[in-house]
Every structure is written in structure tokens, then in C-alpha cells.
């Protein structure tokens, strides 16, 4: 439309009824230029002047590099360098491409170098006396050693997890357990219930002398071995380390004790069939045993540096982003567990890595595209390197950093059981609000807000139809979070090289650990091996006329012969192993006793020293008579019974 001034671009007509239009609410003409919208805001009311300056736009869009570097003359120099001295002087593409290749190839031969000892190289301990090396076994955080599992995994009496004492092993632990040996599913030990903290039963650390090697208290045997480890200060928790586990037979209470890093152990007062502790290596020598993983991620993050600040972007987003996820899928946080003795394992662990790696590089192309090319491109230098690229690593390092959180999953149930965990939440919150409202501030600036909003609106519809499904749970790991908010960053400022690396870390982080899990998961799922899927257990009934015998019935007028197929009897536990499994409602304990010499001795010795009254903790569960360790429901959570006296105490409700 013509005006009647030559610098206007709507006569004055058409101005009024524009603005008509807007006054009766009505929508303004699709093919209005964004110049003729700024126009029109002039004989609007102030709050429709709000709503559509917020909607459109400044009038002037601009998005510019971050401005930080022309008030100082240093950072313009690096902002300057990699194009007008670098590029100047190697002005040969061919040139630089053989020095990248030059420089990649060192830094793979310093990883190489690192990592194959501890990968590939299977540790051994060479005694001082000249006898056969014996093999030291490689562990995970929370692994059991010589022990099964939870519960009745080690079957009647513990038998399936001899022997109990007189023997002596070598393992080899990662770094990072003081952590890495949390439980996030709640196990049952007696009648507390350890969940979000180490997995460490009674131990502590000794100090050895001439006349005993030892080099820790006993451990209950289904304590996590590394997490003791730790706990005893025999193994680092920024290197790991190797350690002799020596097993002790059974102990009448584990007392708690606080650890070398300042955290304290489980408490059990009472008997359990199998310990270990801790002796010295001082009569040998062991190889393979440090974990190179700080060290790889220290030299990574140094030698990307002149890679991300001298490459063209695209070729240093690639090279920092692959070799982030290589740093995290071998050496940082494993997927799997590597053992050199089994050279299978290594080869699967690669296998896995590549598996993940090629959806992965699709999800970091289009993030590419959507954003980073935008902020990388022809961007500040200066800023990638002071701004991306250490929020890059903090986001890689989320084990290390954002793990360490009191936050586990943002559900109902796990955030009332961890402490801090609402505290925590509510800072990410505020957190993340402020970036959110930062970075829309920055896309307003650059003219571009109605675009973004609309998608990010379509996103938060979408996650609340996912949430609303029945029978599943909304589940936003990590991975998810940055790859929706990556493309918000879409633009040059230095809000976004900050985000941008961080999220992008975060990705990378979830990914090579985890997979692409599922945006929506099962209740079972959530459990994460946790009771309470499973079938309903029996329900214990006391006699105070018969102090010693446990009785118990089904709930709801059930019988056993209700029972799904193959649950045709009892599991009966006491003090977290099982004693009994049959078809009787009824168990006198002084008949198992006369008849299970392993838990008579053990429960003679534990009375002998408490004085006279010993507990023992019961849990009863519907289970196979032929296939207990697998064919079983829920356990109740623990009844006490005091020894001899017959004093009970009744479980709380709730399955374990």
C-alpha cells in the first residue's frame, strides 16, 4: 500500500482501520508487515501495546555476538587470533588439515596409552614369596562380592554363597564409589529400609599393625564391596584402587562406624551368616589397579581446547562432542562392566558405545542445525571457549556434578524419601526459569519469539498428553531435557554459548550412559527392582501362648491353592536370609533349630554374647517350593522376635 508521504508505508485510512480492528478485538490482516504492526501499536490501549510489542517484536531486530569482548583488549586479541594469525599464517587448508590430523593422532596415542593398561591389560597380584599370581577381579561401585542378591538369592541358610570364611580374594575397584555405591532401590536390612545412601553394613576402617594385617572391621557379606571398600579408606574414590576382600565367617552384630570420607556405615545388631574385611598388600605386588578416569577427562578437556578455538565450528563441534561421548562411554561412566580376564566384555562395551553413538550423532546434527551453527558459526571465539565449551564439559561431568544433587527422579514418592530433595528441586526450578526467561528475552531481541513460543507450546501440549496416559509415568531424563531445550538457544548472545555447551553436555552425558530411555516408563519400571510389583505377602500371626513359633496367613480369605501357578508354599527370612521354604502356615523354631545346625550354632553364639536376649528379624513371602530364588512375591517388612524370651514385635506395614 502506498501512503501519501513518500516514507510511509500505509496511508492514513488504512492506519484507523487497522487499529479499529485491534480496539474490537479482532485479528489484524495476515499479510501485515511486522512495520505496519509497529505502526498500528500507536493508537492502541497499554496493554494490548504490551501484548502485541511481546508478540512482534522490537521494531529493529538484532542479535549480535556477545559484547563482552570489545571492552577488553586481551579478549579481543583471542577473539581475533584463530582468523586474522592462525588462518593467516596457515593459509592453506591443506595445511591445517595435517595438523588437526597430527594433532587428533597424539591425543588418541596419549588416550591409547591411558586406557589399554586398564581395559585390556588383566590385573594380577604377584606375591613376595614366589607362588602363582593370582587375578584380581573387576567390580562396579555397587556389585556384590561372593554374594547373590537380596533376600533369599543365596537360598536356604546362605548355602549357594559359601564359603563363609578361610578364603581370601583380589578386587580391583573403579573410582568415583563413594557415590557410584548408593542403592536407589530400597533394600531391607532387618527392620530398616537403606535407600539413597551408601550400601556399607557395619566394617569401618582399622589401622593394621605388625601382628594383624587387617585393615578393617568385618562388613556384612552382602555389603556393596567397592562402596566398604571406600568406606574402610583402602580404595580412592577419585582413582580406585585394588583390594584384598578376606572372608570371615558369621559375626552376632555389625555396628555402624563412621568411614574414612566422613560418612557412616548400616547398622545390624544381630547374627548373619558371612562377613568380610580388609587386609593389607604389603606381601606383594598387584598391577592395573588405578582408574585412569580423572586423568582421561583432565587431558580431554585440555587438548580440545585449541581444536574448539582454532577449527572452523562445525568441525570443533563435532571433534569436543565425539570425543565428549567417548570420555564418558570408556573411561568417565560406563555403560557396562569391563573385566580384562574376560576380553569379550571389552569388545561388548565398544559394541554398546557404537550402538548408542549413530542415533546419537542424527540427535547432534539436528541440534546443529537448530542452534549451535547459529551461536558457533562465525561466532565469538573468545566466547566458545570462556562460555560453551566449560558448560560443555559441566554438562559431560553429570555424574561428577548434577548427579551429586539430592535429586533422583521427579516423582512424588522419590522426592519425600530423599532429603533435601524439594529444596533441591525448587532451586533447579527457579533455576531453570531464569535461563528460560533470559534466553526468550534474547530470541525476543532477535525478532523471532512468535516462533519459539508456538513450538515450545506444541512441546508442553505434547508432554502433558504423554502424562496423562494410564499406566504410565512422564519420565524426563536428562538427554530428553537438553535436546527440547537446545533449540530455545538459537541465537548469539552469551546466554546462549552458555546453555547451549551445558545442555549439550547433558545429552551427550544421558545418551552414552543410559541410551535413549524412554520418554514414558511402566510403574514396574520405576520400581527399579524395588518390592511392591509382585504378589501380596502372607500376613504374620502371633501367639503369645507359643513364644516360639511363627505362624502366618494369606490375605483377603485366600488360600495356597489361589496362588498363581508354581507359588505353592513359603519363604520364611530371618535376618535378611531365609531359613525356611515349604507349604506350612506354621514354623516351630525350636524344631528348625534341632533340625538347621548352621542357624542353631549362630543363634547359641549371638545369645551367648548379648547376655541372654538376642533379635531376630522375620519376613515371610508366597513362594515356589521348587524354585524359591525366582518364583516368589513381595516379602512383609520385618517382624522382631527377641531369643529366647519370645517377645514380638510386629512388622510395619508395607512389603520389602
Same mark, same amino acid.
Given at each position: ?100 590430523? +597430527?594433532?587428533?593422532?597424539?591425543? *588418541? ?65 573403579? *573410582? ?58 583402602? +580404595? ?30 548400616? *547398622? ?389
Amino acid at each position: 500500500m502506498a501512503g501519501a508521504s513518500g516514507n510511509s508505508l500505509v496511508d492514513e485510512d488504512s492506519y484507523v482501520q487497522l487499529d479499529d480492528l485491534t480496539h474490537e478485538g479482532l485479528a489484524v490482516p495476515q499479510n501485515t508487515s511486522p512495520k505496519e504492526e509497529w505502526l498500528m501499536l500507536k493508537r492502541s490501549n497499554p496493554f494490548m501495546r504490551l501484548l502485541r510489542r511481546i508478540w512482534s517484536g522490537p521494531e529493529e531486530p538484532s542479535d549480535l555476538k556477545p559484547k563482552f569482548v570489545s571492552k577488553w583488549t586481551w579478549l579481543q586479541y583471542i577473539d581475533d587470533f584463530p582468523k586474522k594469525k592462525f588462518q593467516v599464517r596457515y593459509s592453506s587448508w591443506s595445511t591445517r588439515l595435517s595438523i588437526l590430523i +597430527v594433532y587428533c593422532t597424539l591425543w *588418541a596415542g596419549i588416550l591409547f596409552f591411558l586406557l589399554y593398561p586398564y581395559l585390556i591389560r588383566a590385573p594380577y597380584f604377584y606375591p613376595n614369596d614366589g607362588s602363582d599370581r593370582l587375578p584380581i577381579y573387576s567390580l562396579t561401585c555397587n556389585s556384590y562380592w561372593n554374594w547373590e542378591g537380596k533376600n533369599n538369592a543365596c537360598g536356604k541358610d546362605a548355602s549357594d554363597c559359601q564359603p563363609f570364611s578361610n578364603v581370601d580374594y583380589m578386587i580391583r575397584c573403579p *573410582a568415583l564409589c563413594d557415590r557410584g555405591g548408593w542403592t536407589y532401590s530400597a533394600i531391607a536390612v532387618g527392620d530398616q529400609r537403606v535407600k539413597y545412601q551408601s550400601y556399607e553394613i557395619g566394617g569401618g576402617p582399622l589401622e593394621a599393625t605388625e601382628d594383624s594385617r587387617s585393615l578393617s572391621f568385618p562388613y556384612r557379606a552382602d555389603s556393596f564391596a567397592c562402596d566398604s571398600a571406600v568406606h574402610a579408606g583402602v +580404595v580412592s574414590p577419585f582413582f580406585g584402587g585394588c583390594a584384598r576382600i578376606s572372608m570371615e565367617g558369621s559375626q552376632n552384630s555389625f555396628p555402624s562406624r563412621l568411614g574414612r570420607y566422613g560418612h557412616w556405615s548400616v *547398622a545390624f545388631d544381630t547374627f548373619f551368616p558371612s562377613s568380610f574385611s580388609f587386609k593389607d598388600l604389603r606381601d606383594g605386588i598387584s598391577t592395573g589397579c588405578y582408574d585412569p578416569r580423572i586423568i582421561v577427562v583432565i587431558i580431554n578437556a585440555l587438548m580440545g581446547i585449541p581444536v574448539f578455538y582454532l577449527c572452523d565450528s562445525l568441525i570443533g563441534f563435532w571433534i569436543v562432542t565425539i570425543v565428549g561421548y567417548w570420555t564418558i562411554a570408556l573411561a568417565l561412566d560406563p555403560p557396562l562392566l569391563t573385566d580384562p580376564h574376560d576380553p569379550t566384555s571389552v569388545y561388548e562395551l565398544i559394541s554398546v558405545a557404537v550402538q548408542r553413538l549413530l542415533p546419537l550423532c542424527f540427535v547432534l546434527y539436528v541440534e546443529w542445525k537448530c542452534a549451535a551453527k547459529r551461536t558457533l558459526e562465525d561466532g565469538s571465539p573468545a566466547a566458545k571457549i570462556l562460555l560453551w565449551y566449560p558448560t560443555f564439559w559441566l554438562g559431560v561431568l553429570n555424574n561428577v556434578t548434577f548427579d551429586r544433587l539430592p535429586v533422583d527422579r521427579l516423582t512424588a514418592k522419590d522426592l519425600k524419601e530423599q532429603a533435601g530433595a524439594l529444596t533441591a528441586v525448587g532451586s533447579i526450578a527457579a533455576t531453570i526459569l531464569t535461563c528460560a526467561v533470559i534466553q526468550a528475552y534474547s530470541l525476543w531481541k532477535s525478532g523471532r519469539f512468535r516462533k519459539y513460543f508456538k513450538i515450545y507450546i506444541s512441546i508442553i501440549a505434547g508432554l502433558v498428553f504423554l502424562g496423562s496416559i494410564p499406566g504410565l509415568n512422564l519420565r524426563i531424563h536428562h538427554y530428553i531435557l537438553g535436546m527440547m531445550l537446545v533449540p530455545g538457544c538459537a541465537t548469539r548472545g552469551s546466554s546462549a554459548y552458555l546453555f547451549q555447551g551445558i545442555l549439550i553436555g547433558l545429552i551427550l552425558s544421558g545418551v552414552s550412559r543410559w541410551d535413549f530411555a524412554s520418554i514414558i516408563e511402566t510403574d514396574f519400571a520405576l520400581l527399579r527392582g524395588e518390592a511392591g510389583s509382585s504378589l501380596e505377602p502372607p500376613v504374620f500371626l502371633f501367639d503369645p501362648s507359643k513364644p516360639h513359633q511363627v505362624s502366618w496367613t494369606l490375605n483377603s480369605n485366600l488360600t495356597i491353592n489361589d496362588s498363581p501357578e508354581g507359588i505353592d508354599g513359603f519363604s520364611l527370612l530371618a535376618n535378611d536370609f531365609e531359613i525356611y521354604v515349604g507349604q506350612n502356615l506354621t514354623v516351630d523354631l525350636d524344631v528348625l533349630l534341632e533340625e538347621d545346625e548352621v542357624l542353631s550354632s549362630m543363634l547359641e553364639a549371638s545369645v551367648s554374647q548379648s547376655n541372654g536376649n538376642t533379635k531376630i528379624y522375620l519376613r515371610v513371602a508366597r513362594a515356589s517350593t521348587e524354585n524359591p530364588n525366582f518364583e516368589r512375591g513381595d516379602y512383609t517388612n520385618a517382624g522382631i522376635l527377641e531369643w529366647p524370651q519370645g517377645i514380638w514385635h510386629e512388622p510395619s506395614p508395607g512389603v520389602s
